[in-house]
């Protein structure tokens, strides 16, 4: 959105925007028009009494402008839709009349060094949203109007750097050269509005407040590329992927890997008393629309329709809803309370294609779920045991973690007063181990609160694995009950938990957190026998099956290449 540099604080009423006379406009006319709005500096004093915390969000928000603007120099008539500032940089989402591409990342980086070096400065001016939409429809830009549409306020904020103009509430930084250690990475697919189609292009970048930082970011980088699953995982022949399948393809190598892992799971959870069962993938909505899950997360299950086209079965996402099939197939007694039911079966759920990755977020997938019914009374214990499997399961891969209580979402379900029992409940549950935590507000699920186990990986990434969630909701629309000690019916409360989170997840995790290099127990080949010579290789195989009969995961190198290239 190109206009004018000049400058000039005039009061809003002095401006009135006529989409004619916009669009009628040449530049040059359109820029001098511009320049009359009542534009103000973003003040240096004020950027520098900031916290380097919030300096650093202006900057990668700053820095969307820049390369947006830089853009507009590339593909001139670039229709900008939303540019936020993110944990390590920014993005900008776009439409362009010919579609940007990678060869055309180094022109940009080119226009965003000389936009910073230029060292413009951000300004800012209010105006009346009905003239800021007939601004943006005399620019041509389609995104921002809509955007307009959404805005609850009669006034919006307009900033400006050079000759680039953008819808924005801001903050910024009051210069273009603070932004100098910024540099774009990638682009990708888009969704706009939710719709089923990427229509967008994004353009992603980071931006740092020292070079030093930028160059350590950059390094991060490569390692990750060098980390990235989707390429290990071939390589180490684990895996691999098709266009036309939903996930991965696992070869007998990453097959070998899921059942060690899972093996070792139900080892575990065997040795802590769980039980095991087995459900059916696919059931009536009927199901979903007890446990709720049908008003809070239908656009997220494959649906199958009758002859009418009703919603008649689903493919479930969850374990949970048939978990409480199980438990009411007889009669419960207080002295079989903690109950304790895991199901390692595959969910699936109906995710945005944009937002699929790997193994890492699939449509299907397998997860190391239970659910424990229980009392009030058996809380607090049930938690220590529950973080004390984290601590042995995540220690075997030296991953450290934090945690989280996530308390009630806008979307609740049930009454607060119950919600707030389950809060209590899980704090003190949590304040019982002696880990600490944080209060992530409002993130909790649907039906209860719930503590989250984010894990660190070697490269310094937190991924969210493990959870455990309170439930008070499940058991009181399942009517699920017990028999008590003095032979009333009383209502178990649920907690829900997995460790590993999806199996599929936590293997791409360890691919990246341990470089492909697998502790020896859990590698799909633990001993490799190399036959010097042709005449060797059936003394090999005899060695191997020594070894396998041992069970030892063994494999035979008979390649026609000296001993020293195949290790």
Known sequence: MMMSQASQVNDPADVSIDLDTIQAMDETERQAFLSGLPWQPVSIDDFKALSKEEQLFRIRHSAAHIMADAVQHVRPGTSFATGPATEHGFFYDMVSPEPLTNDDLETIQSHIDQITAAKHAFEFATIPKADARRLFKGLGQRHKQDILTKIPTDDVTLYRHGNFLDLCAGPHVPLTSICANMKVLNLSASHWRGEAVPSLTRLTGTAWAKDKDLNRYLEFLEESKKRDHRVLGPQLDLFSFHPWASGALWHPHGVTLRHTLMDFWRKTIYNKDYQEILNPQLYRKDLFETSGHWDHYQ??????????????????????????????????????????????????????????????????????????????????????QLMGMIDELYGLFDLTYTVSLSTRPDDYMGEKHVWDEAERALEEALQSTGKAFEIDEGEGAFYGPKVDIHIQDSLGRRWQCGTIQLDFQLPERFDLTYIAQDGSHQRPIVVHRAIFGSFDRFVGILIEHLGGAFPTWLAPIQVTVLPIADRHADYARQVAQQLTDQGIRVDVDTASETVNNRI
């Open 299 to 384: 656009e997220n299950m494959f649906i199958f329709r009758d002859e009418q086209n009703e919603p008649d079965f689903v493919l479930k996402p969850m374990n949970c809803p048939d978990t409480m099939l199980y438990y009411k197939t007889k009669l419960r007694s207080y002295k079989e309370l903690p109950l304790r039911i895991a199901e390692g079966q595959i969910l699936h759920r109906n995710e945005a294609s944009g937002a699929i990755h790997g193994i890492m977020r699939t449509r299907n997938f397998v997860q190391d779920d239970a659910h424990v019914f229980l009392t009030t009374e058996h809380v607090h214990a049930e938690v220590q």
